[in-house]
T-cell receptor, first 117, second 119 residues
Framework: DAGVIQSPRHEVTEMGQEVTLRCKPISGHNSLFWYRQTMMRGLELLIYFNNNVPIDDSGMPEDRFSAKMPNASFSTLKIQPSEPRDSAVYFC???????????????FGPGTRLTVL | AQSVTQLGSHVSVSEGALVLLRCNYSSSVPPYLFWYVQYPNQGLQLLLKYTTGATLVKGINGFEAEFKKSETSFHLTKPSAHMSDAAEYFCAVSENGWNYGGSQGNLIFGKGTKLSVKP
């Protein structure tokens, strides 16, 4: 399997522009997670989906952020308008469905490094 | 709610020395526990995990971790550090599944420990 695929790997944009990050989870996985990582705040969960349905979006910083999962093989994270404080590495991860005890291993993509000037 | 505490944001060891990275968790039910490693400019990669069964878990690159329920700990060890082990290490605990009043599954990550290896 190719693993979790993210695009683009690097994105440089100017403040106020719309940014769209893309993720293709591992085939057969039905949970998908979006994380943000910065030096100051570390690794933060933004939102996660199970069977294409958003389960918990409490980590989404504000209304400028939105995420969709139109089908099992694709998800987007959109920032509109972008601001310099959104500069970070954004990771997508996927996993198999949980059992009664909890979740299984999350497999991470390589990340998208976003720089907002 | 579950939480994960990693003691020490930075740990430095000499090459060949023992590596010990500490992780304590809080969970009211038997958790799944994970250690991930992140090399510079890369995503997180699973090192090892504990779900059920043997409490001493062996992972990749010579790492192992022991689940101690009485101490609510899952410390990561490696007998002899190598320069290539320099990375950031994250401990994580699974959020409880539906049967334990949780949601549909998430991992709670610690804040990470950066491991430096001196020659």
């Amino acid at each position: 399997d190719a693993g979790v695929i993210q695009s683009p790997r690097h994105e440089v944009t100017e403040m106020g522009q719309e940014v769209t990050l893309r993720c293709k989870p591992i085939s057969g996985h039905n949970s998908l997670f979006w994380y943000r990582q910065t030096m100051m705040r570390g690794l933060e969960l933004l939102i996660y989906f199970n069977n294409n349905v958003p389960i918990d979006d409490s980590g989404m910083p504000e209304d400028r952020f939105s995420a969709k999962m139109p089908n099992a093989s694709f998800s987007t994270l959109k920032i509109q308008p972008s601001e310099p404080r959104d500069s970070a590495v954004y990771f997508c991860a996927s996993s198999l469905e949980v059992d009664i005890y909890g979740t299984d291993t999350q497999y991470f993509g390589p990340g998208t490094r976003l720089t907002v000037l | 709610a579950q939480s994960v505490t990693q003691l020490g944001s930075h740990v430095s060891v000499s090459e060949g020395a023992l590596v010990l990275l500490r992780c304590n968790y809080s969970s009211s039910v038997p958790p799944y526990l994970f250690w991930y490693v992140q090399y510079p400019n890369q995503g997180l990669q699973l090192l090892l995990k504990y779900t059920t069964g043997a409490t001493l878990v062996k992972g990749i690159n010579g790492f192992e971790a022991e689940f101690k329920k009485s101490e609510t700990s899952f410390h990561l060890t490696k007998p002899s550090a190598h320069m290539s082990d320099a990375a950031e290490y994250f401990c994580a605990v699974s959020e409880n599944g539906w049967n334990y009043g949780g949601s549909q599954g998430n991992l709670i990550f610690g804040k990470g420990t950066k491991l430096s290896v001196k020659p």
